[in-house]
């Protein structure tokens, strides 16, 4: 199975400020089709996940343009340009590319 | 607006089997892969399986072979996941997701999720 890694587990942010998560695969996520399938979903608290960025980049419908992720093969980064109160929970990356489909392990977002 | 919904809670003894509805509406339910993920209490997510209707397609997580059988039903638009031989460790919230039918398409709904409690 690939296994995703996600730096920081925790991370204390100042409102209006930016934040950077990792995440690193086992294995390179490129298709032999040239995509890349890494996600990045956010988990607000007592709420399933949401989807915010698929294939390394693309924003999902409705995800604001404060969120941005990018990277390739086996590295990857989700950027929030300006945290607001609302952006708080966990975040997620999870490779499409290889079943079973796996997650990081989580990166929680707090306002310091 | 999409929706998968999941019903409520159940309380489970040890031994026993849990069986996990969702119920879709919106789209055409023969369009879609439905995903089954889990979250123990403060845990992060845990890939299970999956279906893909149109063709009969099923798929496990290794960790569950044996315990776990997902299926579909068209008529209803519904998908299940049923989990047996329920331990402790398998209290979490259960929940189904939607994606594409694209390879690698991204989980783009969730449920609500159920929760699922194992107590003697």
């Known amino acids: ?112 | 607006q999409v929706q998968l919904v999941q019903y409520g809670a159940e309380v489970k003894k040890p031994g026993s089997s849990v069986k996990v509805s969702c119920k879709a509406s919106r789209g055409t339910f023969s369009n879609y892969i439905f995903i089954w993920v889990r979250q123990a209490p403060g845990q992060g997510l845990e890939w299970m399986g999956r279906i893909v209707p149109s063709i009969g397609s099923i798929n496990y997580a290794q960790k569950f072979q044996g315990r776990v059988t997902i299926d579909a039903d068209e008529s209803t638009s519904t998908a299940y996941m049923k989990l047996s031989g329920l331990r402790a460790d398998d209290a979490a919230i259960y929940y189904c997701a939607r994606s594409g039918l694209e390879f690698g398409d991204p989980i783009d709904y969730w449920g609500q999720g159920m929760v699922v409690t194992v107590s003697s």
Not at chain 1, 30 to 50: D, E, F, I
Not at chain 1, 51 to 59: E, F, G, M, P, V
Not at chain 1, 95 to 107: K, V
Request: hydrophobic share 30%.
């Open chain 1, 1 to 112: 199975d690939i296994v995703m890694t996600q730096t920081p587990l925790s991370s204390p942010v100042t409102l209006g400020q930016p934040a950077s998560i990792s995440c690193r695969s086992s294995q390179s996520l490129v298709h032999h089709n040239g995509n890349t399938y890494l996600s990045w979903l956010h988990q607000r608290p007592g709420q399933p996940p949401r989807l915010l960025i698929y294939k390394i980049s693309n924003r999902f419908s409705g995800v604001p343009d404060r969120f941005s992720g990018s990277g390739a093969g086996t590295d990857f980064t989700l950027r929030i340009s300006r945290v607001e109160a609302d952006d708080v929970g966990i975040y997620y990356c999870m490779q499409t590319a290889q079943l079973p489909h796996t997650f990081g392990q989580g990166t929680k977002l707090e306002i310091k």
